[in-house]
């Protein structure tokens, strides 16, 4: 007998997205979804799909249009909204577990002694609400992890008001450094929705300063963040010209307090779950991540993220990772050293990441699927 994922709770709140996206409500629907849950699973090739789902090829068919469905991956979008929703229930939980287990802070204090860098760390398991903190609640300057707060703010304040389809006109002045989405449309207009996904995907600077005075300055993002329950986030300067140093709190936050806004942002209610879905597929396309937390997870995990870098060996990245078999992890971590020529280190972030999850899966049953 199949072991189907989608309960019938998730189905209607699904169904009702896929409706909003002009979907056909055909009775196989269903059906067609949990073949696609299925292979995501497993990873088999689509002609050995179990029967009981249907037509292999035919599922095929109907998946590979929603792949170029209206101009855009519609199944990109389509697999994070499941993500999210069969991510419902993880809450606020009063009773996060702090590890405090020598070996992870023997192995991150090692990492900063072999890196000469400083290092901050909030690690939170959904599955069983364990937590790893290293100087958590410590400031880091974020550099570009804002960006994933002021896109968040953004998506909160489009609430019927098709706030991201407004289109807005890149100024010549406008360009900064870095600009490989809004670089294209000096001049030109371009939506809201299209410089989000450029700050997220692409970290494009112009974009999320444009994204940041359209929603009313830099104090925005910060009230926003604020009432996510990050009071330690405090944004003074646009890109490019976020600060770097050690001994200054501008443009700085917390691992603890980015990490709780992750949570709330991506796994709670901050937005509706169609904006959710939005920012988790343009983070899960994040091109800036590839040697960070992605390369430190296990085989078999996905990870959508938000990098940031700078000056003083900043490396940071935040995010959620997750796989068929567990609920996600959120990560959240920074690095900083007391020389101003030092340059980001990629390998550190990695190093970290699987330090994490090698402490993690001692706990949980759900990190074995993962091992080949």
């Not at 068919?61 to 929703?85: C, E, F, P, T, V």
Request: with cysteine; glycine share 6%; charged share 20%.
């Amino acid at each position: 007998m199949l072991r189907l994922m989608l309960n019938n709770e998730l189905w209607s709140k699904l169904r009702e997205i896929m409706l909003q996206h002009s979907i056909y409500d055909k009775p196989n629907l269903r059906m067609i979804v949990e073949a696609m849950l299925y292979r995501m699973r497993v990873g088999c090739p689509w002609r050995d799909l179990p029967a009981e789902f249907g037509c292999w090829n035919s599922i095929y068919q109907k998946i590979n249009r929603w792949s170029s469905k209206s101009g855009h991956n519609m199944l990109k979008y389509l697999q994070a909204a499941i993500i999210l929703l069969m991510s419902d229930s993880v809450g606020a939980s009063p009773h996060l577990q702090n590890i405090k287990h020598p070996r992870i802070d023997n192995t991150l204090h090692t990492i900063e002694h072999e890196y000469h860098l400083k290092i901050g760390v909030y690690a939170l398991d959904t599955n069983n609400d364990q937590i790893i903190a290293y100087h958590a609640n410590d400031r880091f300057p974020f550099q570009s992890t804002c960006k994933f707060m002021g896109v968040a703010a953004l998506l909160a304040k489009d609430t019927g008001a098709h706030l991201l389809q407004k289109k807005v006109v890149m100024r010549p002045q406008d360009i900064v450094f870095w600009h490989p989405v809004s670089g294209k449309y000096v001049n030109q207009k371009v939506s809201l929705q299209t410089l989000a996904e450029g700050a997220i995907s692409y970290s494009d600077n112009p974009a999320i300063n444009t994204i940041i005075r359209e929603l009313g300055g830099l104090q925005t993002i910060n009230q926003f963040a604020h009432g996510t329950g990050n009071s330690s986030f405090k944004m003074e300067n646009y890109e490019v010209n976020l600060n770097s140093r050690p001994d200054s709190d501008a443009d700085t936050s917390t691992p603890q307090d980015m990490a709780l806004s992750i949570k709330k942002i991506l796994l709670g209610t901050v937005l509706n779950i169609q904006n959710r879905a939005l920012l988790l597929n343009w983070m899960k396309s994040n091109t800036t991540g590839y040697n960070r937390i992605r390369a430190g997870v296990p085989i078999g995990w996905s990870v959508a993220d938000k990098t940031g870098s700078g000056n003083y060996g900043i490396a940071n990245d935040i995010g959620i990772a997750w796989s068929p078999a567990c609920k996600p992890v959120i990560l959240s971590m920074f690095t900083i050293s007391d020389k101003p020529n030092a340059k980001p280190n990629d390998t550190v972030i990695a190093k970290i990441t699987r330090a994490i999850f090698d402490e993690f899966e001692q706990h949980h049953a759900c990190y074995q699927t993962t091992h080949f």
